[in-house]
């Protein structure tokens, strides 16, 4: 067991173990910190869109810090709401606000944390939806597909396939589409094909049931990576021609 | 060079180090100064011989300037855009290159001679304009040499030219 620590969250007296995120603690304890590039699904987080920024008092010095990579060394003070934050939050909104201007939950984020007004002089990045946080790179490589990634640097940068060709790697899972933050990830789906970063997949659907199950790439690469055999049916259905086996099985025991 | 010669050199280039991902730009840097360029057939079996993703690579190429994914001329002409170059009319040699071989910075003669870029200082501001084709400066450089300095080096047939290290 590791060492407890109580610090104090807006005011409000929150026990946490050492080490860990504030934003972990926070959360635990009903205290909102926005955030747009953290995904739970992973242990560790990159902190770029700073929207999780907090203002922390250690023996009268303060200083701003990421809530969502700043593990908890001792014990002190927090503040989500202070002017400072609520100041510099803004700022980071209207920033993301006029590089992402496409995205509705960036406008929405903007709005309601004042970074509209009074950054008139700001020129938006012409229909783009993408503020570059890198969660799509980030869960495409924890699949051990590793398709897309971030190429070319500063103006220029942009997550995208090698050469923009379509990846033999991808498997059409979409995990980079739904853990974007702003929507940013198009791909195009009809009844027998799912289209994302240029390739067409087949869609696969549960031979039982008839509920779809994703891609054919994307069913056969999951069965691989656990080594088991590629299933036709999604998991209630095997769930359920399993137990009815047993069922048979067992019967008369 | 046949594809056969390539693809045997860029193995020898990647076998010469460990099956190991650090070792990914040395052996990408290796490339460039073999090839003038990182070929597509490079980043393929390097990411293989790593176990990493062809993506991560072509990440890494991107991101620096040192590494090309394009093929480049024969000679490559590095104009300084340093402060003090910049001021001392880097544009003009720019200017002049662009009259004489038809591109801008960042892009190569159609026959394949000339590679022509933008670099942001060489450390030579005393010597400003600078210019370096191959790896040969050329100080306080004037519009009306730029010429004659193409024209040696047109002058060498392809044959000639090995790497230049």
Redesign the interface.
């Known amino acids: 067991m590791s060492e407890t620590l109580t610090i104090t969250i807006d005011g409000k007296e929150c026990v946490c173990e050492k080490g860990e995120f504030l934003y972990d603690v926070a959360k635990r304890n009903g205290i909102f910190i926005p955030v747009l590039c953290r995904s739970d699904a992973f242990a560790d987080h990159r902190a770029c869109c700073r929207v999780c920024i907090v203002e922390m008092e250690d023996r009268g010095w303060r200083k701003v810090v990421t809530a969502c990579v700043y593990p908890v060394e001792k014990e002190c003070a927090f503040y989500t709401q202070s002017e400072k934050i609520k100041e510099e939050r803004a700022v980071v909104m209207a920033l993301l606000a006029h590089r992402a201007p496409e995205s509705d939950r960036i406008g929405q984020m903007a709005k309601f944390f004042g970074g509209e007004e009074g950054f008139e002089r700001l020129v938006s990045v012409d229909g783009e939806k993408c503020i570059l946080c890198g969660l799509c790179v980030q869960a ?2 924890s699949l051990g ?9 500063g103006t220029e940068k942009e997550v995208d ?3 923009g060709n379509p ?1 033999s ?1 991808c498997v059409g899972c979409l995990s980079c589409a739904n853990v974007c933050p702003t929507g940013a990830i198009e791909y195009q789906e009809d009844e027998t094909t799912r289209t994302i970063w240029n390739r067409a997949f087949e869609r696969a659907y549960c031979e039982s049931c008839g509920k779809p199950m994703g891609t054919k790439e994307s069913v056969a690469f999951a069965a691989k990576q656990a080594g088991v055999e590629e299933s036709r049916m999604c998991d209630e259905c095997r769930k359920r021609a399993l137990a009815d086996e047993m069922m048979k099985t067992y019967r008369y025991v | 060079m046949t594809e056969v010669d390539q693809t045997s050199t860029i193995r020898e280039i990647i076998e010469n180090y460990p099956a190991d991902r650090r070792y990914a730009l040395a052996a990408m840097q290796d490339m460039q100064r073999r090839f003038n360029y990182i070929p ?1 057939d490079g ?1 393929e079996m390097l990411s293989e011989r790593l176990g ?8 890494m190429a ?2 620096y300037k040192a590494l090309s ?1 394009k093929p480049k001329g024969q000679h490559i002409i590095k104009i300084c855009n340093g402060t003090a170059c910049h001021l001392r009319g880097s544009v003009n040699l720019a200017t002049e290159l662009k009259r004489d071989l038809g591109i801008d910075p960042g892009e190569t003669t159609a026959d394949g001679m000339f590679s022509v870029e933008y670099v942001n200082c060489l450390g030579s501001c005393a010597l400003s304009p600078v210019m370096v084709v191959d790896g040969t400066y050329y100080n306080k450089l004037r519009v009306d040499q730029i010429p004659g300095i193409l024209e040696s080096y047109s002058a060498t047939k392809p044959e000639d030219v090995t790497n230049h290290d």
């Open positions: 495409c490589d597909t590793g398709a897309i990634s971030t190429v070319n640097r396939t090698p050469y990846s790697s | 597509e980043l990493c993703p062809k993506a991560q690579l072509y990440a991107t991101f994914l």
